[in-house]
């Protein structure tokens, strides 16, 4: 089927899109939009590669769910779209930064500025009904960011993913650390980051670190 994503990925994933499984994924968000209110809106759904050309690709984040309040979801992973309240795991994520690299808090949660870097900010699920986190899981969509993480892993080298949490850690089991950095700590959550599992992980400067030693240009956090 006829997917619009950025040019890059589309030639990438286009096998993918032709799968049994992504056209039951299709027809169920067709219908979920149709019938509920969904988050991000269509026009975002692909924004995490539409912000980030395959090629461009040197870090990839990866979430679990897009947000499912009012105006939140963007279509990239921790992002919330511009005049919306930070939320819980992106402040903690910020304070993270402001540790570990001096950068101060910004005035948005809206990470484009990361995706446009190079930064793939990617969720394991890309859409969401109103108010039900995980309400579209286990619908196909996890088995498609499977394949996008795959990809990246055989065809590039030298990036760096950012696995935090019990389940990015599960998803990105495969990645292949012999030509990759992996790196990983407990999720940025309140619950998480005040047992103290993500405060101090230095993230930040060590994939830049890491950028620099590959000949890359590091991130602008």
């Not at 690709?57 to 939140?72: A, F, N, R, S």
């Not at 540790?99 to 808090?105: A, K, N, S």
């Not at 969509?141 to 949490?165: A, P, Y």
Request: aromatic share 12%.
């Amino acid at each position: 089927m006829n997917v619009n994503i950025e040019s890059s990925w589309n030639e990438q994933l286009k096998e993918e899109f032709s799968e049994p499984y992504f056209n039951r994924l299709a027809d169920f968000v067709k219908t979920e939009f149709k019938n509920e209110i969904c988050y991000p809106k269509g026009t975002e759904v692909f924004a995490a590669f539409d912000y980030c050309t395959f090629e461009d690709v040197k870090v990839v984040i990866i979430g679990q769910d897009p947000y499912h309040g009012p105006g939140q979801a963007n279509g990239l992973c921790f992002s919330v779209a511009n005049n919306i309240q930070t939320p819980p795991s992106l402040i903690n994520i910020f304070k993270e930064i402001e540790t570990d690299i001096g950068v101060p808090f910004p005035s948005t949660g809206n990470l484009e500025r990361w995706a446009k870097q190079g930064v793939l900010l990617l969720n394991a699920t890309l859409t969401v009904r109103a108010n039900q986190a995980g309400s579209h899981q286990n619908k196909g969509w996890e088995q498609f960011t499977d394949k996008v993480i795959q990809i990246i892993s055989e065809k590039k080298n030298k990036v760096v993913f950012l696995l935090w949490g019990g389940y990015a850690k599960k998803k990105g089991a495969k990645i292949n650390k012999s030509k990759h950095c992996v790196l990983t700590s407990g999720h940025p959550s309140p619950l998480s980051a005040n047992r103290g599992y993500w405060f101090g992980n230095k993230h930040f400067s060590q994939t830049n670190s890491y950028l620099l030693e590959t000949n890359q240009t590091p991130i602008k956090w």
